[in-house]
C-alpha cells in the first residue's frame, strides 16, 4: 500500500537522529584528541565508516528478479517524461542540495560571525536531530494528508528558514534557521521518494530507483563544492536570498502536478 511504503520510508530516515547524536558528540568530544586540531574527528569518523561498512557487508538485499534482469519494462525516457516522476526528483534533488549547501555552509557563517566551535557543533546536532527525527510522524502525515501537501508543507518550512536567517546572526538564529531547514528537507525528501514509487512497476525499480539516485546525490555533491565558495564570495545573506528559487521550482512542480492530477481524475469521470 502507498501509505505503508511512506511509512516504512519516514521510519528509515528517522534512524538517524541516532546518527546525528552521536555523531555530533563524537566530534565534539574528539577535536582535541591530537595535536593537530579535528584530527580526532576524522579518526572517529573513519571509525565509524568501518563499523558502517561492516554492517552493511551483513545485509542480504534480495537478488533481482529475472524481468529486471532482462531490462523488461518501458523504456526510463518514458518513465523520466511522467509528471509524478519529475515532480519527484524535484522534490528529492533540489531539497536536498538546498539544504546541504545551507547546512555545509553554516560552519563557515557562524565562524564570520564570531561564533565559538562549540556553538557551530550546537546548531549541528539539532539541524541533524531536526532532518531525521520527523521520520517517526511523516508517513502518517503522508497517509492523511497525502504526499503533495506534505511536500509543499517541506517548501514552507524551508523557505521560513531562509527568512530567520536572513533576520539575523545570533546562534538563535542560526539554530532555528537549521532546524526548519532540516525539518523541511524531511518533508520533501520523504515526500519526493514516496512519490517515486508510483512511477514505476515492480520490474522497473531497480533503474528508476538508480537514475533517481544518481541525479539526487549528484545534485547534492554539486551543492557541496559550490557551499563554500558562495558564501565566502557571496555571502551568506546571499545564499538564503537565492535558495527560495528552487524552493519556488518545486512547488510549481507540485501545484502542476496537482492540476494534472484533477485533469485527469476529471477525464476519467
Not at 35 to 43: C, D, H, I, L, M
Not at 176 to 191: K, P, R, S
Not at 223 to 251: D, F, K, Y
Request: aromatic fraction near 8%; hydrophobic fraction near 55%; charged fraction near 10%.
Amino acid at each position: 500500500m502507498p501509505g505503508d511504503r511512506a511509512k516504512s520510508i519516514s521510519q528509515v530516515v528517522a534512524d538517524g537522529v541516532v546518527g546525528g547524536l552521536i555523531g555530533q558528540q563524537s566530534v565534539r568530544v574528539a577535536c582535541g584528541f591530537f595535536a593537530t586540531p579535528f584530527q580526532g574527528s576524522f579518526v572517529v569518523l573513519a571509525a565509524f565508516a568501518l563499523i558502517a561498512l561492516f554492517v552493511q557487508s551483513r545485509v542480504r538485499v534480495p537478488a533481482l528478479s529475472h524481468e529486471e534482469r532482462a531490462g523488461k519494462g518501458r523504456p526510463l525516457k518514458e518513465i523520466a517524461r511522467q509528471p509524478t516522476f519529475i515532480v519527484a526528483v524535484l522534490a528529492g534533488a533540489l531539497g536536498y542540495g538546498l539544504m546541504n549547501l545551507l547546512m555545509t555552509a553554516t560552519p563557515l557563517a557562524m565562524d564570520f560571525c564570531g561564533h565559538p566551535f562549540s556553538a557551530m557543533a550546537l546548531v549541528i546536532e539539532w539541524h541533524v536531530v531536526a532532518m531525521y527525527a520527523p521520520g517517526f510522524v511523516t508517513g502518517s502525515l503522508i497517509r492523511r494528508f497525502g504526499t503533495l501537501p506534505i511536500i509543499l508543507a517541506g517548501v514552507g518550512l524551508a523557505g521560513l528558514a531562509t527568512f530567520v536567517a536572513l533576520d539575523g546572526n545570533s546562534v538563535a538564529h542560526f539554530v532555528a534557521a537549521l532546524v526548519l531547514i532540516g525539518t523541511g528537507w524531511n518533508f520533501m525528501y520523504t515526500g519526493g521518494t514516496s512519490l517515486l514509487t508510483e512511477t514505476y512497476a515492480s520490474n522497473e525499480k531497480s533503474r528508476v530507483q538508480g537514475l533517481n539516485d544518481f541525479i539526487v546525490f549528484a545534485t547534492m555533491g554539486v551543492s557541496s563544492l559550490a557551499s563554500g565558495a558562495l558564501v565566502t564570495t557571496s555571502g551568506w545573506e546571499t545564499m538564503n536570498r537565492a535558495a527560495l528559487l528552487p524552493l519556488a521550482v518545486i512547488a510549481i512542480g507540485v501545484v502542476w502536478l496537482m492540476r494534472v492530477r484533477r485533469q485527469t481524475t476529471a477525464a476519467a469521470v
